[in-house]
Structure formats: structure tokens, C-alpha cells
């Protein structure tokens, strides 16, 4: 490794420096770049670790000027052939008041472009055939505006299509009988059947992405169920991303595919979307589907936020405006001419239609979507048939707590069959903010294991486990849930969903997984949530946090913990410095002329 300036390495334990961010100071420094970029590149690589794709330049500067006043001005003074500011390739990247790594910066400029050029196209329909139709998806239109329908006439008529909602309001029911009308439509006016796929970040998404259009299908005009595909898949294996990260499908090779449908699009990070609207074939529809107040991915970016970050989340563009008006006689708010092009492909969907109105779990996501603490107290001491808050302070009342509300779900699995076993699995879901310490997911599945386990092996009877690696041979995806079941013969296998089977010693990466982090939740529902919280406050408990581990909840919402927390975690909003939204929303014009790099 290139060692980095010695200004930079002396302070990296100051500054917060890995040997990561130092290799990208000493890789610039030792090319002949100026200390200012090296320095710049270490603290892009710092921010790039907690999710940011870019850093104000105003921040890198102040950060300079508190170690040396001139670099802040050298890194001012800097221009071509280190730092880019017309999109030609250099180390760094400045644009709109921001310093990029490279990388970063092609990736949400090439992103940007394709996106608003999907926007912008108008593929050519029938539309009277829709207008007629729709009842047929939708049969109680009325003359209140459908945002649902709605949503479904954008999947047909545009491009793309971008649809937002919380937890019930029906976004999978939604992307079913739009699939249908699309489907119905294609072979309507071309005389074939459209090539649809089914994608999700994570393998768990993409089995509850399978799994919601499955229940839904019924409810569709018999002729178009046969017409919407039964299998989805991860993002990576649909690009064919190995462990190299290389995808295989790209504009050399793109995907086979008429409509491209994507859920969980919050999780899905910058570099991967980048990836995803490249493989698309030209005249592809793309469908994204997903929460914006749900956590971001984990990796750098947030583009569903930046996606959804209309100047007015309550109005539609003027096209979509009049063509409801038209076809429906639907009044609805729309952004003023000219519009940026993305409100013509974004709808928000605000009715829940999956709890009761007395629900204290659609209180608490309304409270913390918003941020309003003083209404957030006041759920949080109100008496719900859908909540139960316990408080714990010591190991031992963790652990009765646990037999009252998690023993009885998990002391019968090991006997149950693979079928049943699996299904009883979706049915309760711990939940830590945290990995380590009391109350994280290591102290709770220790303890856990503790009270069910009856032999002294590893591998036991009901043991449940997390693959942590996607395993092509064996068809397994990270974030996999399998349950350990007693095989004829006494032998041990894990069971899967499908169901399948293989013995624990042929499994790579796992973890017990009675508990798991809020983050590995993502994608996934369980009739009934326990959210196990810590004992003290960290910086890790966020809104974003909460909102994702208490929507997992169908039915049922145990919360382990002192509601302080949750207060304070509503005072915390998880930033990400990006600069995708700006790009879409505010100078979507400005990006589609910039030449591609």
C-alpha cells in the first residue's frame, strides 16, 4: 500500500481515518497530486463509508482550514487534470458546490441522464383501449381520484413509473393489476405476450415481492394472470453479478425484458441502480416500487429518496393531471408548467388499507414519518390493541421477557414439518438496532439459543439461520432464512424456502438468526414484530431505524425497551450527501446536456 502524507497518517486517528481512506490519499499523493486532493480523496473516502457519495465542498474546506488554511485554498485553486469540473475524467469530480471520487460522480450523472431520459419518452398506446379497461383492474373507480389506478395507467403509458407508499398502501396489489393491464395491453396492440421481470435488492424482497403478486393475482381478469411472471429474482443475480461485481448484462449485452419491476428500491444503492437502468434494452419500461422514509441501502447513495423528493409530495405533473381529468373526470393537484419531467412518473400512495383505524402501529409510522415528537409521546403513552411496550433494564428481565413473547413461537419448531416450520418463521421476527451489546442481536440470540437449545452441538432442532453470502451452487441469496429439521435417519438438514434442503456442513456463511438487525429486516413482514431496544441511547437509533423495524409488523408490535429511545430516535434523520435528487428535480434540463463521460 502507496503510504499516504505524512500530515494525513499522523492525524488519521484524529480525522477518523481507515487504511482505506489513507490508500486513496497515498494512491493521488504519490501520482503527484497536491496534498489538498489527497486530502480530499481521504475524506471522500470517509463519507463514502457512512453512505455519502459526494461531501459540500464548503465542508471539505472548513475540515481543511481547522488543519492547515492553505490547503483549503490550494484545494480552491485546483482544477484540471485532478479535480473535473466538465464531466472529463479526473480522480476527483466537482459539480454544484460538491467534490466526488470519480466514481461516485459518473455514477449518479449517468444514472440522472438515463432516468430522466426514461422520463421523458412516451412509448405509444392505445388509449382508449385503457381507458376502457382500467374498470376491469380497478372495478371501484369512482369519481374520487384512484391513485392506485392511476398508478397502474402511468406503468402502461410511460417509461417509467415510480410508486411510493408506506407499509398497506397497497404497492404490490398495485404493481399486480398494472402488470395485468400492461400485459392485457401488449398483447392487445402488438399481438404477443410481453417478456415482464421481477427484481429485488435482496433475496428476501424479491421471495416477498413473489410472494404478495402471487395472493393478488386472483383478484385480476382471468386471461391476464397467466400473463405476469411467478418468479423474482435479486438485482445481482439478474445482472449477473458475481464476486467480481462486474455485471454480465450491460449496454453490450442488456436485458431480454419489455417491463422491468424493482421493489424495495430504498435499499437499493447508486452503483447498482447505475448498473440496472444500463442492462435495460431502449423502449424498456422500468417500474420502481418502495418507501423513501424506510432506511437507505447500505452502500453509498439514496435514490428512492432522491427519486421522491418532488417539490411537492401532494401534487402530480400536469400531464398526468389532465390525462385523469380526461379519462376520469379526476381533480387532482398538479405542479405548475413546466414541471420538472420526473412528477410525470411519480405516485404517492397515502391510503392504508392494511390497519384498523384504531392501530397504534400506523400511529407510531405516522408520528415518526413525520417527525413530530410531541404527537410521537402522545402514541407512545396511549393504550393500542395492536402495541405492548415492556421495559427491561437487566439480563433477566430480558430473558422472561423473551419466554413470555418469543418462546412460544420458537420452542415448536423443531418439531413441526419443513412446511409448516418455514411458515411459522414469517410469523414472529425479533428485531435489534444494534449487533453488539446488551439488547443487540448477539445478546439476544445468545440468550435465545440459551433457553432452546437442548444439546451442546452448534446445530440443533429448530435452530434458525441467516445465509450471509449469496451461494449460486446452492441457490441461496443473502439473506436467506432457513430452519434446522431432524431428517430420517436422525441426520440434521436446513430447510428453506421452496422448500428445499441441504446439511448444515454444506452451508458457507451464516448466523443464528432467532434475532436480526433492523437493516437485514428490510424487505420483509412478520405478523408480529418484537423490537428489542438498547438499554442507552446511541447514535445508530434513528427515524429512518424505527419507521423500518415497527412497519415490518402486520398484525402484532412488541416493543423491549424504554419508549425514551424512540423519542430520541425521532430527533435523528440518517442523511445521506447526494446530489441524485438536485440532478432530477432541479436541473433535470442541465444534466440531459451534459456530455456523457
Known amino acids: 500500500m502507496l503510504p499516504a502524507p505524512k500530515l494525513i497518517s499522523h492525524r488519521a486517528p484524529e480525522l477518523g481515518f481507515t487504511p482505506q481512506d489513507l490508500l486513496a490519499a497515498g494512491a493521488l499523493f504519490h501520482l503527484g497530486a497536491p496534498l489538498a486532493v489527497a486530502l480530499a480523496a481521504a475524506l471522500l473516502s470517509q463519507g463514502a463509508r457512512h453512505g455519502h457519495t459526494c461531501l459540500a465542498e464548503r465542508e471539505i474546506t472548513a475540515r481543511m482550514e481547522a488543519i492547515d488554511a492553505e490547503l483549503a485554498l490550494q484545494l480552491t485553486a485546483t482544477g484540471m487534470p485532478w479535480i473535473s469540473t466538465q464531466g472529463d475524467p479526473a480522480p476527483l469530480a466537482r459539480s454544484c458546490g460538491r467534490l466526488y471520487l470519480w466514481r461516485h460522480y459518473h455514477h449518479e450523472t449517468e444514472l440522472a441522464k438515463r432516468l430522466l431520459h426514461l422520463a421523458q419518452c412516451r412509448p405509444e398506446v392505445d388509449t382508449a383501449w385503457i381507458a376502457a379497461a382500467l374498470p376491469r383492474f380497478f372495478p371501484n373507480l369512482g369519481p374520487e381520484p384512484d391513485f392506485q389506478a392511476l398508478a397502474a395507467l402511468q406503468v402502461v403509458t410511460r417509461q417509467l413509473t415510480i410508486i411510493a407508499g408506506g407499509p398497506g398502501t397497497g404497492k404490490t396489489t398495485t404493481l399486480a393489476r398494472a402488470l395485468g393491464l400492461y400485459a392485457a395491453h401488449a398483447v392487445h396492440a402488438w399481438g404477443t405476450r410481453p417478456r415482464i421481470l421481477l427484481a429485488a435488492p435482496t433475496g428476501k424482497a424479491a ?33 449477473g453479478i458475481g464476486t467480481s461485481g462486474t455485471p454480465q448484462r450491460d449496454p453490450s449485452y442488456p436485458l431480454a425484458v419489455d417491463l422491468l419491476a424493482v421493489d424495495e428500491t430504498s435499499l437499493m444503492d447508486g452503483e447498482l441502480a447505475w448498473h440496472l437502468v444500463r442492462a435495460l434494452p431502449e423502449g424498456a419500461r422500468l417500474v420502481l416500487l418502495g418507501d423513501p422514509h424506510q432506511l437507505t441501502s447500505v452502500e453509498e447513495g439514496a435514490v428512492l429518496a432522491s427519486l421522491t423528493g418532488s417539490p411537492d409530495p401532494g401534487a402530480v405533473g400536469p400531464e398526468t393531471a389532465d390525462m385523469a381529468h380526461t379519462l376520469y373526470g379526476w381533480a387532482l393537484p398538479s405542479l405548475p408548467t413546466p414541471a420538472p419531467p420526473l412528477a410525470e412518473n411519480l405516485i404517492a400512495l397515502r391510503r392504508t388499507y392494511r390497519f384498523r383505524p384504531d392501530s397504534g402501529i400506523q400511529a407510531l409510522a405516522q408520528a415518526l414519518r413525520t417527525g413530530d415528537t410531541r404527537r410521537l409521546q402522545a402514541v407512545l403513552t396511549q393504550p393500542w390493541p395492536d402495541v405492548t411496550i415492556s421495559p427491561w433494564r437487566t439480563e433477566a428481565e430480558l430473558v422472561a421477557l423473551f419466554g413470555r413473547h418469543a418462546l412460544p413461537a420458537f420452542k415448536p419448531l423443531g418439531r413441526l414439518s419443513p412446511d409448516a416450520a418455514l411458515a411459522a418463521t414469517d410469523r414472529l421476527r425479533i428485531l435489534c438496532p444494534m449487533r453488539h ?94 423490537l428489542v431496544l438498547p438499554r442507552a441511547d446511541h447514535p445508530i437509533l434513528s427515524r429512518e431505524l424505527v419507521y423500518t423495524a415497527i412497519t415490518r409488523a402486520r398484525t402484532r408490535l412488541i416493543i423491549l425497551g424504554d419508549t425514551e429511545r424512540i423519542l430520541q430516535a425521532a430527533t435523528r434523520r440518517t442523511e445521506r450527501n447526494a446530489g441524485l435528487g438536485e440532478r432530477l428535480w432541479h436541473r433535470p434540463q442541465e444534466e440531459l446536456r451534459q456530455k456523457s463521460a
Open 207 to 239: 421471495a416477498r415481492m413473489r410472494e404478495a403478486l402471487a395472493s393478488a393475482l386472483p383478484a385480476l381478469p382471468p386471461e391476464t394472470r397467466g400473463l405476469i411472471p411467478g418468479n423474482a429474482c435479486t438485482i445481482h443475480r439478474l445482472l
Open 437 to 530: 451489546g446488551p439488547g443487540g442481536v448477539e445478546h439476544a440470540n445468545t440468550l435465545l439459543e440459551t433457553m432452546l437449545r437442548t444439546t451442546s452441538d452448534l446445530w440443533f432442532p429448530g435452530r434458525l439461520i441467516l445465509v450471509l453470502a449469496n451461494d449460486p451452487e446452492l441457490d441461496l441469496a443473502n439473506g436467506d432464512v432457513g430452519v434446522t429439521l431432524r431428517a430420517p435417519g436422525r441426520r440434521l438438514r436446513v430447510w428453506f424456502a421452496g422448500p428445499r434442503s441441504v446439511p448444515p456442513t454444506a452451508l458457507g456463511a451464516v448466523e443464528t438468526a432467532y434475532a436480526t438487525t433492523v437493516h437485514k429486516s428490510q424487505g420483509s413482514e412478520a405478523d408480529t414484530v418484537i
